[in-house]
């Protein structure tokens, strides 16, 4: 459940305790934003170890917008606004009280 998405520009090796998107039809950092704001904990099978196969990400509905510019303004409007709160959080925890 810890919920971890990675973008990778490269090939990569993965083993089988991993699940790969290659994005098609998609802006890849829109669909990064995307799986990064529904949660994958949410479509996850609530068992001892939680897990993610094709039942669970094939009957999973999306609405996107159809232009792939539209799809990169809402990704780097979200990735800027992640940046914001980590920089928040961060300005909080380097506070001292007195």
């Known amino acids: 459940m810890t919920n971890k998405t990675r973008i990778t520009g490269?090939?990569?090796y993965m083993d089988t305790?991993?699940?790969a998107l290659a994005p098609t039809g998609i802006d890849g950092e829109f669909l990064?934003?995307?799986i990064g704001t529904i949660g994958l904990?949410?479509?996850a099978d609530a068992s001892t170890i939680p897990q993610i196969n094709n039942k669970h990400i094939e009957p999973f509905v999306v609405t996107i917008p159809k232009s792939r510019?539209?799809?990169q303004v809402v990704a780097a409007f979200f990735a800027s606004l992640d940046n914001l709160i980590t920089l928040h959080q961060r300005k909080q925890g380097s506070v001292k009280c007195t």
């Open 10 to 12: 490269v090939s990569a």
């Open 17 to 19: 305790n991993m699940m």
């Open 32 to 34: 990064y934003e995307l």
């Open 41 to 43: 904990s949410r479509i």
């Open 69 to 71: 510019k539209e799809q």
